[in-house]
């Protein structure tokens, strides 16, 4: 069986032939054709279907898998943020800087200085980062939707898609 491409080309050209033929059985003819590339179609977009569908539920389980193995890594890299703090709790309740173990050692070490902003205004202009305005497009969106207006600047489109139930 020919490819959808080529059963769309195929049934185009079969629609401009009816349109162009000069007698009635050739019109008969055309239309017999035209509903067997028809009937050819329906058996391709059935197919298409069952392949949809088979990706997706492998796409789910992809899915499924990515979340389950997030979730381990999660639980794993909790358990060495608890493991540490608590190892750490007793190297400063011990006033141990180091502690030596068989395959290293165990350091305190000072980590890079960090800053928390709780009121930028506050903060001298020469700190702040000037950035590009940013346009909220799903309002933008609403907008058109409630009242039916264009907006200078901005063009909505609206495409058609595919769905199979």
Same mark, same amino acid.
């Given at each position: 069986?020919?490819?959808?491409?080529?059963?769309?080309?195929?049934?185009?050209?079969?629609?401009?032939?009816?349109?162009?033929?000069?007698?009635?059985?050739?019109?008969?003819?055309?239309? =017999?054709?035209?509903? #067997? /590339? &028809?009937?050819?179609?329906?058996?391709?977009?059935?197919?298409?279907?069952? *392949?949809? $569908?088979? +990706?997706?539920?492998?796409?789910? =389980?992809?899915?499924? #898998? /990515? &979340?389950?193995?997030?979730?381990?890594?999660?639980?794993?890299?909790?358990? *060495?943020? $608890?493991? +540490?703090?608590?190892?750490?709790? =007793?190297?400063?309740?011990?006033?141990?800087?180091?502690?030596?173990?068989?395959?290293?050692?165990?350091?305190?070490?000072?980590?890079?200085?960090?800053?928390?902003?709780?009121?930028?205004?506050?903060?001298?202009?020469?700190?702040?980062?000037?950035?590009?305005?940013?346009?909220?497009?799903?309002?933008?969106?609403?907008?058109y939707k409630q009242t039916?207006?264009?907006?200078?600047?901005?063009?909505?489109?609206?495409?058609?898609?595919?769905?199979?139930?």
């Open positions: 069986m020919a490819n959808l491409y080529e059963l769309s080309a195929s049934y185009a050209f079969l629609i401009d032939a009816y349109d162009n033929a000069e007698t009635q059985e050739d019109r008969d003819a055309y239309l =017999a054709m035209l509903a #067997e /590339a &028809e009937g050819d179609i329906e058996d391709k977009a059935e197919n298409y279907a069952k *392949v949809i $569908r088979m +990706k997706q539920a492998e796409a789910e =389980a992809f899915k499924q #898998e /990515a &979340e389950r193995l997030t979730a381990r890594r999660q639980a794993a890299e909790n358990m *060495v943020k $608890r493991l +540490k703090e608590a190892l750490l709790d =007793a190297m400063k309740l011990t006033g141990k800087n180091e502690l030596p173990t068989s395959i290293g050692k165990w350091r305190l070490q000072m980590n890079p200085v960090s800053c928390e902003v709780t009121d930028a205004g506050k903060v001298p202009k020469e700190y702040h980062i000037p950035q590009e305005d940013k346009i909220d497009r799903k309002g933008l969106i609403d907008y039916g207006k264009l907006i200078d600047g901005v063009i909505f489109t609206q495409e058609p898609g595919i769905r199979f139930r």
